[in-house]
């Protein structure tokens, strides 16, 4: 997506009226963020953005869900329900492909995302794991070599 300096202005007041303001620090990065991935708008009559569903895809077997979010005066209308369903309609049209998501363990939240189809990875024999540089520093290990 080609981001100019007003959209990525518009987006940011939109992450800074939803609380997620890590992503503000820095409209370049956000810029970059938007224009290396997959993305839905929706706007308002006036022709406001109201929200946002984003995504990272290799556009053949995987589709990671970074973001959805919908400014708090237009939420609990069904247009963050509609967004996804169009995003999800969008990243299955690359054909069967895995669909991920990172999200808040509250009961609201889990609702949602369950009203659409996802699962939680534990009730598919799974788990995840994540490491999130944003929030603490991490120390890697040494990888030793694989003797043959």
Same mark, same amino acid.
């Given at each position: 997506?080609?981001?100019?300096? *007003?959209?990525?202005?518009?987006?940011?007041?939109?992450?800074?009226?939803?609380?997620?303001?890590?992503?503000?620090?820095?409209? &370049?990065? *956000?810029?970059? &963020?938007?224009?290396?991935?997959?993305?839905?708008?929706?706007?308002?009559?006036?022709?406001?953005?109201?929200?946002?569903?984003?995504?990272?895809?290799?556009?053949?077997?995987?589709?990671?869900?970074?973001?959805?979010?919908?400014?708090?005066?237009?939420?609990?209308?069904?247009?963050?329900?509609?967004? *996804?369903?169009? &995003?999800?309609?969008?990243?299955?049209?690359?054909?069967?492909?895995?669909?991920?998501? *990172?999200?808040?363990?509250?009961?609201?939240?889990?609702?949602?995302?369950?009203?659409?189809?996802?699962?939680?990875?534990?009730?598919?024999?799974?788990?995840?794991?994540?490491?999130?540089?944003?929030?603490?520093?991490?120390?890697?290990?040494?990888?030793?070599?694989?003797?043959?």
């Amino acid at each position: 997506m080609n981001i100019d300096s *007003l959209m990525i202005d518009e987006i940011s007041e939109l992450y800074k009226s939803v609380g997620w303001t890590n992503y503000t620090k820095d409209t &370049a990065r *956000l810029a970059r &963020a938007f224009e290396q991935s997959e993305s839905l708008i929706k706007r308002n009559g006036e022709g406001k953005i109201i929200g946002i569903v984003r995504w990272i895809t290799d556009f053949a077997t995987i589709a990671f869900i970074q973001d959805i979010l919908i400014h708090p005066r237009y939420q609990r209308q069904g247009i963050g329900k509609v967004l *996804l369903n169009e &995003a999800l309609e969008k990243i299955t049209s690359y054909g069967p492909v895995q669909i991920e998501l *990172l999200t808040d363990d509250t009961e609201k939240t889990k609702k949602f995302y369950e009203s659409v189809g996802f699962v939680q990875v534990k009730e598919m024999g799974g788990i995840s794991y994540v490491i999130d540089t944003r929030r603490k520093k991490v120390l890697f290990g040494k990888i030793g070599r694989a003797h043959v």
